[in-house]
């Protein structure tokens, strides 16, 4: 049996950060057909560190939903792979800065079967202290919970 | 060389950095700029209910929060006159044995073995040692299984009270533990051999240490404070033999003793403090190993923190065989004005809470001293005695070296932000 991870991360707590994870909890409710098959296992991650690695071991293939900075306009939805990271890679180096991108990269130096890692990406607007979605990643959602939809069906073919 | 500089220190946890300025080779400026913002805990208390206490401390510190939360904890259960049921404490001492055993993994071989080893990260590590790297990882994790098994999940555990526990966690959850925490005590002991193989910097400091000291048991929950110079306080005493102040550069206060000065808290002075109280296997590891105590290299921390690994691993062991819980978990609090204080020893040192409440059981003042503070003034006059023995090597040599002494603490910076970048400067 193929089993699949989809983990929402980001901080609750500062504004379009939780994209990934608001994205999930709607793709729950919007498919819960797929959300409750037994091969599927979904988490909510706010601390991205070493615990990921938990999960990772433990199963084929993992779909992280993430907020992503970069110069696309907000609430833009993208479908990445594994060769893609790279661009994930943070540049702080203290143990605050170990997030997603070093976690895949200690566990595809660990784990001896690596599953296959997908990534959908929302593009943020602003990741204030205290803030709500902003509007742009609000909208967006509805094309985020179908963009995991379809990648979880294309892994569990 | 010009001044040496580090504008974010790498692989401590909280955000800082370092500024050594030299003048014809010798450092004439050292300071650890702590710019991570103050966090006004100690305000955020004020007319909170002291049962809320623990866990809003807790949140000072993702890696440390069983210490916030046994300190304050202490604090109030002094201030209430309450002593908790001796099955309680040590339940006590087995979470705090959760938190030593991940904080320590983390620490030895995720944050200081990789500038002992030459590499830039635990990454690197991971590359050329894949085998060591999952030890690390499993080490650790099992320290979290323990916190998850007692506190109900393995970061920011819950179930600390003041008066004892809000529940008594399942003896079959602890005891289905022990296989891997065997096999955690036998990787720990292969973890202070390892230990003793690393290449550290020569640096010998005649340090003041400072560490809770208990007769019976390695200090971690009570006792009295005792200091390497002799000096031997009662907890409620501890502000009478150690002061905090702010420094111009610093989100962080310093402390120094009475006596104007510095002293290290953490695990070389509890390890030169307390050696005597280590468990069978930590004491045989310590005698096998040929160190003569006291130690006094700060890189070295990292062997005391491997001896620390075995004896909490060890003391986790026995404590599950022993747990039988019977009774309530927590007594229950007969509410009234007063003040009190606890210390706890956290994996980074001493950490002291004082709170004041009233008749309602509401926090009127709260005051926080975190390990790191109390080592801040002596991770600066380290980074004095190093620097001639840096000032001649390359840049980056001599910059990674520094770091990797600050390092060496462990500092927690964001807990000491009630704090590290290196800059080197030649005026």
């Known amino acids: 049996m193929t089993k699949v991870a989809v983990i929402g991360i980001g901080q609750s707590l500062r504004g379009d950060d939780a994209a990934g994870l608001e994205a999930v909890r709607q793709w729950k409710e919007k498919f819960p057909e797929t959300a409750n098959r037994p091969e599927v296992q979904i988490e909510a991650s706010e601390l991205p560190g070493l615990a990921l690695l938990d999960v990772l071991c433990k199963v084929n293939a993992a779909i992280l939903v993430d907020a992503i900075q970069g110069s696309d306009k907000p609430g833009t939805v993208h479908r990445l792979g594994e060769a893609e990271l790279a661009s994930f890679t943070s540049d702080s180096k203290s143990a605050h800065g170990w997030g997603v991108a070093e976690t895949l990269r200690l566990g595809s130096q660990l784990i001896s079967t690596s599953p296959k890692i997908r990534i959908v990406g929302i593009n943020s607007e602003q990741a204030e202290m205290g803030a709500n979605l902003s509007n742009a990643v609000r909208e967006a959602m509805p094309k985020a919970c179908e963009a995991i939809e379809e990648e979880v069906n294309e892994l569990l073919k | ?427």
Not at chain 2, 186 to 206: C, G, M, Q, R
Not at chain 2, 279 to 307: C, E, Q, T, V, Y
Request: charged share 25%.
């Open chain 2, 1 to 427: 060389m010009k001044n040496i500089e580090v504008p974010a220190l790498a692989r401590v946890e909280g955000e800082g950095g370092l500024y050594i300025g030299l003048e014809n080779g010798k450092a004439v400026e050292i300071r650890l700029d702590i710019y991570e913002p103050p966090r006004f805990f100690e305000g955020f208390l004020k007319d909170r209910f002291l049962q809320e206490v623990p866990d809003i401390t807790a949140r000072i510190c993702g890696i440390c929060p069983v210490a916030y939360q046994m300190s304050s904890a202490y604090a109030l259960e002094n201030a209430l006159g309450v002593k908790i049921s001796p099955q309680a404490r040590s339940l006590r001492r087995l979470m705090y044995c959760g938190e030593y055993i991940e904080s320590h993994a983390l620490h030895i071989y995720m944050l200081q073995a990789p500038d002992l080893l030459g590499k830039e990260s635990a990454l690197e590590l991971a590359a050329e040692a894949p085998e060591v790297v999952k030890t690390a990882l499993r080490l650790k994790k099992i320290g979290n299984e323990l916190l998850k098994a007692i506190g109900g999940r393995s970061v920011h555990p819950v179930n600390v009270c003041v008066g004892g526990f809000y529940s008594w966690p399942e003896a079959k959850s602890l005891k289905d533990l022990l296989p891997d925490l065997e096999w955690g005590l036998n990787a720990s002991l292969d973890t202070v051999k390892l230990a003793l193989t690393l290449p550290y910097p020569y640096l010998e400091i005649d340090y003041e240490f400072v560490a809770l000291h208990h007769p019976d048991e390695y200090g971690v929950i009570e006792g009295d404070v005792l200091s390497s110079n002799g000096r031997k306080l009662s907890i409620s005493e501890y502000e009478n033999g150690y002061i905090e102040e702010h420094v111009k550069h610093s989100n962080a206060l310093h402390s120094h003793t009475v006596d104007s000065n510095t002293y290290l808290v953490g695990p070389l002075a509890r390890l030169n403090l307390n050696h005597e109280q280590l468990m069978p296997n930590a004491r045989k590891a310590l005698a096998d190993s040929g160190i003569k105590l006291p130690l006094k290299n700060p890189f070295k921390s990292l062997i005391a923190r491997a001896i620390e690994l075995v004896h909490f691993y060890e003391e986790a062991i026995q404590l599950i065989k022993e747990y039988k819980p019977t009774g309530p978990a927590h007594v229950e609090l007969k509410l009234k004005a007063g003040e009190g204080a606890g210390a706890t020893e956290a994996p980074r040192g001493l950490l002291y809470h004082r709170y004041k409440i009233d008749g309602n059981g509401m926090i009127q003042f709260a005051k926080i001293t975190p390990p790191t503070a109390q080592n801040l003034p002596r991770i600066e006059a380290d980074l004095f005695a190093l620097t001639p023995r840096i000032v001649n090597m390359p840049e980056a040599e001599a910059t990674l070296t520094a770091e990797h002494l600050v390092r060496s603490y462990d500092p927690c910076i964001s807990c000491a932000t009630h704090f590290l970048k290196l800059k080197v400067e030649e005026k």
